[in-house]
């Protein structure tokens, strides 16, 4: 049919030793010399076909499947074989791939015209899809190469070394020069020559090769499989993605406790510890690397592998993180100018840092912003790329800091707001981390003021216990695996200890308040006319779930029974003006870079942690977290840090990338901006003016008049 | 006097505000703007000065005295000042370095004509003159080069990180861009800028940087001296130089045993060791970085250094040293075809091999030629430079093997001669290592056919003894520190341990035969008429110093009472027999070279090794040892490996120069060629043919006539 629809096109080619290849599923075509291979022809129309063993038919990976013009096949319009037959070589590496309809390309000679279907994975170029806030394709092309090559053996009378025999024939049949080689490789390398002999009597080796201009591995024979590391260090939780470096499958991912919470809770904590002990940054340093060490083995183990197949990584993390990490002392980070000792990316061999990958594995740390936006909010860019939407977008990574990005792809600005450890559940009177037991969704009824709620680790709210008799657990917070991407939820909360909370109680019931709780209960608190809009309990509110002690007033949000240890939870004036602060300070922060951009509002939101993929948008903007947007145009993205990461491991070009908009973008300092105090204190109310948030219309009850020393506010002003 | 007789060229120049300036001695000379200084004079006419600090007087290294045209000296032919006058700075610093009378070209502004002289330690282009066979000179290029920056402070809004300031600064006032920063230093270098400040309010740091293009240390302030280290490892000795990088000059050389002996006395045996055990490689590796840590400790300590100021080394040694010293199996060298893990020179972290230099410190291996020339004839060729000469140069670097050079700028043959380890004692009956109380020196009357000898650390020759009443002691041979270069004799000599002579014998007394010590015993038994042409004893010959049992004999070189342990020392027919082997392995392989390049004779015989050093040129042309060549052209240059080692730490051009000429000198494999055992069978004799010695004319005794099975030889001939 196909061959048909291109008769005119055959005829154009007087030459009878040229013939009309065609390749699907991009259509790319062009006139073929009778006697190349399939795979040369691919080459010479700008299709890429996957190929490592070089036609030396060990690999299978050129596989493609004939549309028309297949030996022997019938019907064809000419009546002749456009194909050389299969070889018995060939037609065996078929079977053992499975695939006994296909050819592989290396081996399929041309002689006549030709449709050849490329199957995806075959295909070099290879994709995966990224779901984020706007959907993206991440092209695979790691730093990592590896490389078949069969090589002379040495014979008396030359003398070039091994070393040298292999770069020849690396030139040779892989276009590389001036290559380097790892001393590790170096010493593996006469061992792996002699031991992988091919039929011929050559040495065949396979070479794993980064960045185009190091030898860092060598193996015996053909070998196929390389995998990467994407870290994100977070201060309280590390999560580890363990990637095939080939297809961009996620193979394993993992997160564990960072062990640093030992030195401190937080990252001013930590910079203290590195300044007032002697040892304290080589505890921190040795502490980090040794669980890196642990996740990477725990994920190895999880895909089958071992650590030392890992062959690159790529770090990212707060600045304080990827100082300690590189065994740099972040007590620079701690006092202006909040000077960092390196501000671009860095390649380090693992194993100067320790980390037991594959010998010669190298290490990538993206860059970072500035001394409180690093390597992590890059990798947060790297994921949403808003420096290539034309949509304003408004990027909020909340953390004990807030990074906060805005802008386009005409210009973007970047700031750090002090949003201190409250979403995380600290500072909070029954606050603990995201783990079983906390209550992370809670509705207040208006009418009755009594709270329903759901822990995490159970699927019913609190007004359905007792219901259901089958108890069902949730998978929203796995305490040690976590789902594959791009539903990765990460148990990033911070405060309590897991020993914290009592791991026998019956599953439903409560043991305190994680940070999406938190903004939920002070929210719904407000809507049920329980809070003013200036954050203090409603005086004039009597109710069985107030509770006051003096001017102090608390709200219940769960009873006693409700409860694993019998006594009930509270939530205080204090937690109230804590959440206060911390919204505070996120908002003035947006509002800041709002102002340097001189934009009004903003067409997307994006949240980025693993905090903004629990949190309800509505809620979030009841509270005044983030500045008015649609609703609908407001996304959860997870963990973006970590998935920026993933990128850089997977596509080296993304590297270069990073390295350039974490120059481009303006950083802006809030700590010394008058604008930034001055937003702040006007951020304060819940939420602090109704007209800034036109898409919260009908959202929010009729304001409760702020009473202040017995005299209505409205009244007085009115 | 100079300006009057320039006076034409002045009035050249019209523009009043040009100068003419010399500088001397080298002469060079140009018109120069009012108001440059000095050093930016000499730059622009080519003249190098030192100068670390860039102008900021600090270093004082610019010094230059003024010949003409000195402010505020009198008489000069304009009258006017032609030199800015000296700042109170230079005042005080030039009080400081002692030297009143000069002028700091940093800071002398031209005003008028101007000689200068530039003294040699201002000059930039340091020289080192090496004595050898050919005087030469060595330029100091090392490959560290220590920069004085000064730096702007971070200051809050400008985000670079220091890093990114410290390049700016070396981009602005070194020239140097895309350097890369080892982790190391990096992690130092806020310490350092912060620890630096100049008066003005500024970071100063002394950077080191590496072949122009890594980092690899940071100190605070101003800061002096790099220092490194050359390194041959022998089979038996390690032998180390440490050098002042900046002048060239030698400041401690040490040599120890390498402790692999234990392993195996010869290549072979250590390459046998492992092969056969598992953890062989391991053990001779880890015994031999041990050593050289001590090495590097103890010339540090000699030198007032800690080893943390090597900033780099070279290394040198045979192939199978190199193998080892990389931790590379040095397997494939132990049988044909001896292929090389790496022929090329690389350089590795000091600190992947377990070095304990500074830690950024990086080591370079000298390439090798092929299996079994290795880096340290490299060094040969470096120290000797026979590619650079007209005369067609034999160089013969003696050990287990003998690597023997052959050629001069047009063309260049070695090879590799198994000459095994008779010429270093081993495989002789009384044979020791060259330490005290070792035979070195022979001479035996030719009528009574009595020897006397001399024993290394003693001055007399064995018939002075009891002549003269003190004993003088002489220093030729100091077992652990050698006197400076370029008198450097190495106690490499094998065998026998420190440990198997008595170290409380009197001083002058016998304790074995050296290597020197059994060639010259053997000449001189031939000479004396004790031996053969063919190497038997003269079976005519009765003689109380001559004992035989049934068909062996032996002579006596020392008498009961002339020894340590009362017991006489005797040289036995297969001792002859061992030597004769040795010298027609060593002659056959220069003779492979001649025919190979087909040249008839030597203009010059070099003797390379601590052996070569001991050993008298006629004496080994009497054994047979090197081709007949004009006595006054055969030179002993000492450890001319170590030198080449020590040649490419001060100049790394060399490093390039040893890598194209590694690959330029053609090998000649002697264990397969017909030639060579023909050469060999042909040259067991002493001497084995007369007139192939026409420079031994009158020094050979008339040859005895050889006896076998009681006929004579010439007589059966005739």
């Known amino acids: 049919m196909l061959l048909q629809s291109t008769n005119a096109m055959t005829n154009n080619h007087t030459q009878k030793d040229k013939n009309f290849v065609i390749f699907m599923p991009s259509g790319r075509r062009g006139l073929v010399e009778t006697g190349q291979s399939l795979l040369e022809a691919a080459r010479q129309v700008g299709v890429e076909i996957e190929s490592i063993c070089n036609g030396r ?45 296909g050819r592989l390309s290396c081996s399929a000679f041309v002689q006549g015209d030709v449709l050849a279907f490329v199957p995806e994975e075959s295909r070099a170029q290879k994709q995966i899809i990224r779901k984020s806030a706007s959907e993206r394709v991440i092209e695979i092309a790691p730093a990592i190469r590896q490389i078949y090559v069969e090589v002379e053996t040495a014979v008396l009378g030359q003398h070039q070394g091994d070393w040298g025999r292999l770069q020849s024939a690396l030139t040779e049949q892989a276009g590389l020069t001036g290559l380097t080689i790892d001393l590790q490789a170096l010493r593996r390398l006469q061992t792996a020559l002699r031991s992988g002999k091919t039929a011929a009597g050559k040495w065949a080796v396979t070479v794993t090769v980064w960045q185009e201009r190091e030898l860092i591995d060598v193996q015996p024979g053909y070998v196929e499989g390389a995998y990467g590391l994407a870290v994100d260090i977070g201060s309280t939780t590390i999560a580890g993605y363990l990637c095939d470096l080939r297809t961009g499958a996620i193979l394993a991912t993992e997160a564990m406790m960072n062990p640093q919470v030992t030195y401190g809770e937080d990252l001013m904590s930590r910079i203290s510890y590195a300044m007032m002990h002697k040892n304290g940054l080589d505890k921190m340093h040795t502490a980090v690397i040794k669980a890196i060490n642990q996740l990477a083995a725990r994920a190895a183990k999880t895909a089958g592998l071992r650590p030392r197949q890992i062959y690159e990584a790529v770090f990212v993390g707060n600045t304080t993180m990827t100082h300690i990490l590189l065994g740099i002392n972040p007590v620079e980070l701690g006092g202006a100018p909040f000077a960092l000792a390196n501000r671009d990316s860095m390649d380090v061999r693992a ?20 001394g409180h936006v690093g390597a992590d909010n890059v990798g947060v860019l790297l994921a949403e790329e808003p420096y290539n939407q034309d949509d304003i977008v408004l990027t909020v990574d909340v953390g004990t800091n807030a990074e906060i990005l805005l802008g386009n792809r005409d210009w973007m600005f970047s700031a750090s707001s002090p949003t201190g450890p409250a979403f995380e559940g600290a500072q909070i009177a029954f606050g603990m981390r995201a783990a079983p037991g906390a209550i992370e969704r809670v509705r207040i009824d208006p009418l009755t003021k009594k709270a329903r709620f759901r822990v995490i680790g159970e699927a019913r709210w609190s007004n359905e216990w007792g219901v259901e008799t089958e108890i069902e657990t949730t998978n929203d917070h796995p305490t040690t695996r976590l789902p594959d991407y791009p539903t990765t939820r990460l148990p990033d909360y911070k ?215 017995g005299r209505s506010r409205r009244r007085r002003r009115g």
């Open 495 to 709: 405060t309590t200890r897991p020993q914290d909370y009592p791991t026998t109680r019956p599953a439903h019931l409560a043991v305190g308040i994680c940070g999406s709780g938190i903004i939920e209960v002070v929210a719904e608190m407000f809507l049920a006319g329980i809070l003013q809009a200036d954050g203090r309990f409603n005086p004039n509110l009597n109710h069985d779930r107030i509770v006051r002690n003096g001017s102090k007033a608390a709200y219940v949000l769960a009873t006693g029974d409700q409860t694993g240890n019998g006594q009930p939870i509270l939530v205080t004036q204090d937690d109230v003006r804590s959440i206060q602060l911390a919204k505070a300070a996120l908002y003035a922060g947006a509002k800041l870079l709002m102002l340097r951009a001189n934009v009004k509002k903003v067409n997307k939101i994006v949240l980025a942690g693993a905090f903004g993929s629990y949190i309800d948008p509505k809620h979030a903007m009841i509270l005044g977290l983030i500045p008015d947007c649609d609703l609908e145009q407001v996304y959860a993205v997870g963990n973006a840090a970590g998935d920026g990461a993933r990128i850089a491991l997977l596509n080296r070009h993304k590297r270069k990338e990073a390295q350039n908009v974490a120059h481009w973008v303006q950083y802006v300092e809030t700590a010394v901006d008058p604008d930034f105090q001055n937003e702040f204190v006007g951020a304060i109310h819940l939420p602090h003016a109704s007209d800034a948030f036109p898409h919260l219309d009908g959202l929010l009850p009729e304001p409760i008049p702020v009473v202040r020393n």
């Open 351 to 370: 194993r100067d840092l320790g980390l037991r990958f594959h010998p010669g594995a190298n290490v990538h740390v993206l860059p970072s912003e500035a």
């Open 57 to 101: 038919l060990t690999c299978g990976k050129c596989k493609v499947h004939i549309e028309e013009g297949a030996f022997p096949k019938h019907g064809i319009v000419s009546g002749a074989s456009h194909l050389s037959p299969p070889s018995g070589k060939e037609k065996e590496l078929l079977a053992e791939i499975g695939d006994g309809s």
